[in-house]
């Protein structure tokens, strides 16, 4: 099946510092996810991006489908960013289910 | 709007019981997925329904788990009887795709479960 790899698995910001986490995919895909997993463990989408770019606030996504991969920028990092982000696929023979990654686990320093 | 409700939040029960864990997903929305995660396995899908209908339960670990859709508004997901290593959070999420056009899905808060 599909496999999803995510890095760096640890990070650890200042305060106002900027970052991108990278997510790389092992087939093609009809479906990328970002989701942001809160310290009450709560999983907050934060984009649909199965190909392109988009953007949100201080973050924003790019999603190069035909080198599969996927990158999440966070500037401006502030403490409420911590926790883990973890990117999400559906492959293109799949029914729906999303294949998660491991994580980046987030940790925003005041 | 209300999102995808879970209860019960926290579950804590001893080895042996029977647990059931619901789902109201979000209106309209015509897929619901149960999901688990693990410090050992992270998430992964248990069973996928679209349109109250089973379409991919792989993920369902053994016959100790079982998952019903009666219909569109409700989903349970039972565990009997249970054991320590079911311990996990128990997610639930829904999405308006189907089998063949994917969407965005949408998760619930979660349900903690705690086999003792």
């Known amino acids: 099946g599909i496999q999803v790899e995510q890095s760096p698995p640890d990070l650890i910001l200042q305060e106002g510092a900027n970052s991108t986490l990278r997510c790389n995919f092992s087939d093609s895909v009809n479906n990328l996810q970002w989701f942001h997993q809160n310290p009450w463990g709560q999983l907050i989408n934060l984009f649909y991006i199965p190909s392109g770019t988009k953007q949100n606030g201080r973050l924003s996504a790019t999603t190069v489908a035909t080198e599969r991969y996927s990158l999440l920028y966070i500037s401006s990092s502030q403490t409420t960013d911590s926790g883990v982000y973890f990117c999400a696929v559906t492959g293109s023979s799949n029914t729906g289910k999303l294949i998660f990654g491991q994580g980046t686990t987030l940790q925003v320093k005041p | 709007d209300a999102g995808v409700i879970q209860s019960p939040r926290h579950e804590v029960t001893e080895m042996g019981q029977e647990v059931t864990l619901r789902c109201k997903p979000i209106s309209g929305h015509n897929s619901l997925f149960w999901y688990r995660q693990t410090m050992m396995r992270g998430l992964e899908l248990l069973i996928y329904f679209n349109n109250n209908v089973p379409i991919d339960d792989s993920g369902m670990p053994e016959d100790r788990f079982s998952a019903k859709m009666p219909n569109a508004s409700f989903s349970t997901l039972k565990i009997q009887p249970s054991e320590p290593r079911d311990s996990a959070v128990y997610f639930c999420?829904?999405?308006?795709?189907?089998?063949?056009?994917?969407?965005?899905?949408?998760f619930g808060p979660g349900t903690r479960l705690t086999v003792l």
């Open positions: 999420a829904s999405s308006a795709g189907t089998s063949k056009a994917h969407v965005t899905q949408y």
